[in-house]
């Protein structure tokens, strides 16, 4: 049978991973500074994950959402310890669209308004009002486009306060760095005011924190930039470490009532045991200083190529900007440089999304090759 074509696929299958690198089919070893977009934070086959997904197998991988689930306390509180996130309640699902699935599902129950506010370039996933919330209008089937959202440009706080003094918006929804739409962010004083104005409109503010959250900006949650307190913060991504998890934050001003969000799959047991794995290991190796760190000095190397004529995003969700498409550029990186990177909606952009295990070595080794690829780059240009 064959499979259902909706990706333009390199031609590398790899095979096995271990840290920063994945190996493939013939035996070569590729830097992956794209981490399986953004999903992989502690690092390939990291021997903590190994062991705690292996034992949870082995002891129970799963039971539904009828019975006590201790593990999925415990992520919950170690969680609040390392985000910091002292007043919010846990709900677990599967993936990034599931999370702003249920969090644009549970803005409308607490307020009993439909509309969503979202931004231009932004990105929330593929299901019903998840994809609607996102601009882009080949993949909002017409099933999708029912909901109703006002896609507004980032910045825009005139936009914002109109909509919201309409009074029948539910939820404003932000990515606090843009992935996908290629690594925009807000001012403070936007992000700063549309939580003023959330609050003064009895409207949701969802900050989705599905690839920019998890320590991967510097903080915990690239909210905490700011001075905001969202009422749901969706995740998922680099929480699992490549197992299938999400979950919303949930302020407690939203009361929880029996049946209204549920699933089968989500938070099960090794979803669990992956997710703490993931947490305690971003802890004992003090992930988010190395991800400061690293940023820094991939910051510092970056600003001395011409070529790059913009540095984008925070801690390691990073974003190179050139003054030409890099398509080319990343099939040169990828076959003749064996370096995974990423690309984004902007064409021109970069896009650098490493494991938050990286070392000065891996960056260093990207910019040598990087350099060597520009000159292959070049040269091709010139010869057209
Ligand atoms: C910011 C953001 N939100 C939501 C999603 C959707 O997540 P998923 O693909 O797990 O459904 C993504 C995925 O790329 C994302 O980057």
Known sequence: MPLFDVYPLYNVTPVSGKGIHVYDDKGDEYLDLYGGHAV????????NYVKAVTNQVETL????????NPLQKQLADKLEGLSGCKDYELFLCNSGAEANENALKLASFKTEKKRVVAFSKGFHGRTSAAVAATD??????????QQAV???????????KTELEKGDVCAVIVEFIQGIGGLDQGTTAFFEEVDKLCKANNTMFIADEIQCGYARSGKFFAFQHYNVTPDIISLAKGMGNGFPIGGILIHPSIESKYGMLGTTFGGNHLACAAGLAVLNTIEEENLLANVNIMSEYFFSIARTIPQIKNIKGRGLMLGLEFDFEVGD?????IYNYKIFTGGAANKKLLRILPPLNIEKQHIGQFFKALKKALVDVESKTLEV
């Open 136 to 145: 882009n209008k080949n993949i909002i089937a017409p099933i999708n486009a």
């Open 40 to 47: 992989i934070s502690i690092g390939h086959a990291h021997p």
């Open 150 to 160: 006002t896609i507004l440009p980032l910045n825009d706080i005139e936009g914002v």
């Open 329 to 333: 550029l990343r099939k040169d990186l």
């Open 61 to 68: 991988g799963f039971y539904s959402n009828a019975i006590q």
